[in-house]
């Protein structure tokens, strides 16, 4: 346990010892759905990142990273972000930690909506407006902003795996922008 | 109840009707905590106004204000803040209407923290970060940034009236910064 | 003003007043989605009330009403509550006020999702788990139990009307069993 | 890594394993508030837990405990508040996993209101209301209601370390009763 992939960075592990604690152990994660806002602080376009599965499968879903050791959930946000959206994305991380939702995601298909082939993962959720311009990472096909009502539709919502189309319609919900 | 001061906008009373409603209904309120805030969203100042109370008192407050008539919440808030911060101010206005709290003040003390002998007046009440300068209106006296420690001092809360040193407290307690 | 149908309550209104009185000010509403729960707190049913419009259609509502003058959200809460489900209901009424959200209902289509052609409404919306038995009051024809699944489905959400389809959602997301 | 101290059951550790994942990884908490309240729901007591901390000292606590692999918050919840109240509490979970706050603990003082020397800990932390008799487990000294004045009274948040009295003061914040 005591070597790491970069030789002694805390809260890094290597390959295997990472596989060994994700089935022991409930992983800390943070989501971000990264929306655009009026004026009035009103939601007018969510974004959401494309990108390729591990079985080759194009698929949907929004920014979402796990919490490192000694990390705040406001710095796992940012990092997270800005590894997704590009350092010029300006998110306005929330004030309040208060998520609007758990999603708590189990190897198990059917305990919760949620689920994860690779571990027992608890989200903190949070809708996160970003201000700037979004340049998707490397390995994320493209990034696009949908009103809400093309993001809440089955087109877009099928694309979307793993219980991230219920996350996000509950974030929808959440800024009282639920179609 | 049909004239009103200015000829016919509704949602606009003459004095006396207004008087007469606030003795028999509920009067819905926002209240807004302006805060600033650092990169990652962690509250570092909190926006007090300083003003002269109707018995000559001077008291602290935070933005407050009635809605009006086919105004949506987030219209008045927005219409608050400017008022009170000016027009430079640039607030944040949730994305979501989930209010950190809602605040019951009654002309009869005790029924909550909350006092207003004018009416009973039901605020929803955020926490809304500011960005860009604020000038203060011209019947305010002054407008303080005060540290998260500073406004929930003693010195500071009794200056508070009607319980607005419990909101306040209350919102530093929503976004983590109560001392 | 000054009369009201019962004589001299305060907080009643003659229907021509509070006719008026809609006109030019937001009402404030509480709305409860009433749900029975497993005892790890989980949402099995949701409760619609089956009733008929005005107009003589058959629609489906969740359990809501005015806040009285001088009287608390919690109140008015038990208050509807017992109207509607009966005095044996045992609803548990939240330690918090925080609401799920914040339904503004206008005469005018289209502001928000909610619309209410008589007035202006702002609503605050809870989740309340009921314990005990439930007798849907004498004008009400019945009230129904519905799996999470059922009541998010295009039959039952078609007849809800003036957006009572998407707050059944906002609480179904809320507490995570959106389907 | 495979090895626990009863022999197979995945989400246990043997104490030297736990030790080492705790300086790497952050470790799932759920906190609860035990609460009694009246027919509208309103905080009447809070529950403290008096205990020996390993320093021999005596300090107050709110119910905290690890989340297991596989196991729901919810279930988390149901079985600390049952370790720490006994069989026969009758906690009322909430029906919604939004917490009313995350208390992020560090071994480092100063990051957040919350150190843990133990390990970097992440709690959601609920309010939760108590219906039945309450028998405090084996190694816990006694359990107190206290009223919300008396829970906040410098008297007592002196006696809670940790952070948890500012975890207790932003329950009292949530639910309204903060004096």
């Known amino acids: 346990m005591t ?16 596989e ?43 920014v979402s990273g796990r919490v490192l050791y000694h ?3 406001r710095d796992a946000l940012l990092r997270h972000l800005e590894k997704d ?3 010029m994305a300006l998110p306005r991380i929330p004030v309040s930690l208060q998520p609007f939702t758990v999603a708590e995601s189990f190897p198990t298909p059917g305990v919760t909506p949620f689920t994860d082939p690779r571990q027992h993962a608890v989200a903190m959720a949070y809708v996160v407006p970003v201000a700037g311009d ?13 009103t ?17 189309d219920v996350l996000l319609r509950q974030a929808l919900a959440h800024v009282g922008r639920l179609p």
């Open 134 to 146: 979004c340049q998707p990472r490397q390995d994320t096909l493209d990034l696009v902003w949908l």
């Open 148 to 164: 809400p009502e093309e993001a809440a539709s089955p087109a877009v919502q099928q694309e979307m795996t793993g219980g991230q």
């Open 85 to 87: 959206l590009g350092p």
């Open 20 to 62: 060994t604690i994700r089935g022991q152990l409930p992983i800390l994660y943070v989501n971000a759905v990264p929306v655009r806002v009026d004026d009035a602080g009103s939601v007018t376009h969510v974004g959401l990142l494309l990108g390729v599965a591990p079985d080759g499968t194009i698929s949907r879903a929004v």
């Open 71 to 73: 990390e705040r959930l």
């Open 3 to 18: 070597e790491t992939t970069d030789g002694s960075t805390p809260g890094w592990f290597t390959r295997t010892e990472l």
